[in-house]
């Protein structure tokens, strides 16, 4: 009797073992910060940068960076101009697409207006949401511009800019209907995700 139990245990803890050792070993998801970042990107995350970056249409020579910076309430836009005529007054606007396969910008759409507003300069409440205004070259023909906006958010619920296109155009911004009479389009750029 006693023996027979003795024997029981004894093969009760083999088999454990057995089952035990079989067992895969645990893995452990390798770090890939990459990866990560990509993720959070495509979930929407809210976005504290953004930028776009200039380059001449056909027959112009402009080029620029235009940075885009996400606090609580606004975004703050931060333009950076050359190869401007001095002095010269542009208008520039967030336009619908980002899409530079149209030599003359033309791809980039009508300006970005999700609220189905009137166009209007960024003194007025109602305009388009990618209405930025003017900025204007200085002697040397370089524009520097600093304009606070809360009517848009880089990949935000309110207005998101990301992947739209940004348009510098020939002439002024004069509030105009239905665009500004701004004339054509000098240079364009996509608003992209950017590092900080
Ligand atoms: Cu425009
Ligand atoms: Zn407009």
């Given at each position: 009797?006693?023996r027979?139990?003795?024997?029981?245990?004894?093969?009760?803890?083999?088999?454990?073992?057995?089952?035990?050792?079989?067992?895969?070993?645990?893995?452990?998801?390798?770090p890939?910060?990459?990866?990560?970042?990509?993720?959070?990107?495509?979930?929407?995350?809210?976005?504290?940068?953004?930028?776009?970056?200039?380059?001449?249409?056909?027959?112009?020579?402009?080029?620029?960076?235009v940075?885009?910076?996400?606090?609580?309430?606004?975004?703050?836009?931060?333009?950076?101009?050359?190869?401007?005529?001095?002095?010269?007054?542009?208008?520039?606007h967030?336009?619908?697409?980002?899409?530079?396969?149209?030599?003359?910008?033309?791809?980039?759409?009508?300006?970005?207006?999700p609220?189905?507003?009137?166009?209007?300069?960024?003194?007025?409440?109602?305009?388009?949401?990618g209405?930025?205004?003017n900025?204007k070259?200085?002697?040397?023909?370089e524009?520097?511009?600093?304009?606070?906006?809360?009517?848009?958010?880089?990949?935000?619920?309110?207005?998101?800019?990301?992947?739209?296109g940004?348009?510098?155009?020939?002439?002024?911004?004069?509030?105009?209907?239905?665009?500004?009479?701004?004339?054509?389009?000098?240079?364009?750029?996509?608003?992209?995700?950017?590092k900080?």
């Amino acid at each position: 009797m006693l023996r027979k139990k003795w024997v029981f245990w004894f093969c009760a803890a083999i088999a454990l073992l057995i089952v035990a050792s079989c067992s895969p070993p645990k893995q452990t998801p390798s770090p890939s910060p990459n990866n990560t970042q990509l993720k959070s990107v495509a979930a929407s995350t809210p976005l504290t940068t953004a930028v776009a970056i200039l380059t001449p249409t056909e027959g112009n020579q402009v080029t620029g960076r235009v940075k885009f910076t996400q606090s609580e309430n606004s975004v703050m836009i931060t333009a950076k101009i050359q190869g401007l005529q001095p002095g010269a007054v542009h208008g520039w606007h967030i336009h619908e697409f980002g899409d530079l396969s149209s030599l003359d910008g033309k791809a980039m759409g009508g300006h970005y207006n999700p609220d189905s507003r009137v166009h209007g300069l960024p003194n007025s409440p109602k305009r388009h949401a990618g209405d930025l205004g003017n900025l204007k070259a200085d002697s040397l023909g370089e524009a520097i511009k600093e304009l606070r906006v809360d009517n848009i958010t880089i990949n935000g619920s309110k207005n998101p800019i990301l992947g739209r296109g940004l348009i510098l155009h020939a002439e002024s911004d004069d509030g105009g209907q239905p665009t500004g009479n701004a004339g054509s389009r000098i240079a364009q750029g996509v608003i992209g995700v950017t590092k900080a």
